[in-house]
């Protein structure tokens, strides 16, 4: 099965497109939403936030995805974590790879910051805080790119990603091989 993997600073609205990716691909495959910080609330929560611990958390999602893929999930993977090498690796291991980079400006997302985390960075009451402390590495290669300043809903990204995913193609050219053709009698003109 394939795995997507969102890109993004906090607040770009990964966790929000894993949940609609979910509503768009639940009818063709198990789903596995892996976000960030509910694995590591899962394994221990044994990990900080420096940038070294965010590419310890970035190479367990890359691991369980892989593990959950050769289990026939289609694995949706929420990451801030954009280190160049994470992502090769990524795309080197991770069966039916779509990298998706959500593309937001920090001055956007300081604006709408409805968790308080650039509020909190700026203000020194929070460290290593990916854009602020922590580099952000815009990805070089992803498949595709959504502008997260003037988005799109939800629901439309999430289609506009499912047919990149081979499993969501092959369920909707069957689906559509398997409804039956309508005939039309031409309407008569008095």
């Not at 495959?29 to 929560?45: E, K, Q």
């Not at 300043?149 to 050219?173: C, N």
Request: aromatic share 6%; hydrophobic share 45%.
């Amino acid at each position: 099965m394939s795995v997507v993997w969102l890109l993004g600073l906090s607040g770009s609205g990964k966790s929000t497109l894993a949940e609609a990716l979910r509503g768009a691909l639940a009818p063709i495959a198990p789903i596995a939403i892996l976000d960030g910080d509910a694995v590591r609330t899962a394994v221990g929560d044994d990990l900080g936030y420096s940038g070294a611990d965010r590419l310890v958390q970035s190479a367990r999602l890359g691991r369980i995805a892989r593990l959950l893929a050769t289990q026939k999930h289609v694995v949706v993977v929420a990451d801030s974590c954009s280190d160049p090498d994470r992502l090769a690796w990524n795309r080197a291991n991770l069966p039916g790879y779509v990298e998706v980079f959500l593309k937001a400006s920090l001055e956007k997302l300081t604006r709408r910051d409805l968790r308080g985390v650039y509020a909190r960075a700026k203000a020194g009451q929070w460290s290593n805080v990916v854009g602020i402390d922590i580099p952000w590495h815009e990805p070089a290669l992803p498949d595709v790119t959504f502008d997260m300043d003037d988005p799109e809903p939800p629901e439309v990204l999430a289609l506009r990603i499912a047919v990149l995913i081979p499993e969501f193609v092959a369920a909707a050219t069957a689906t559509a091989h398997n409804v039956p053709a309508r005939r039309f009698a031409p309407t008569r003109q008095p």
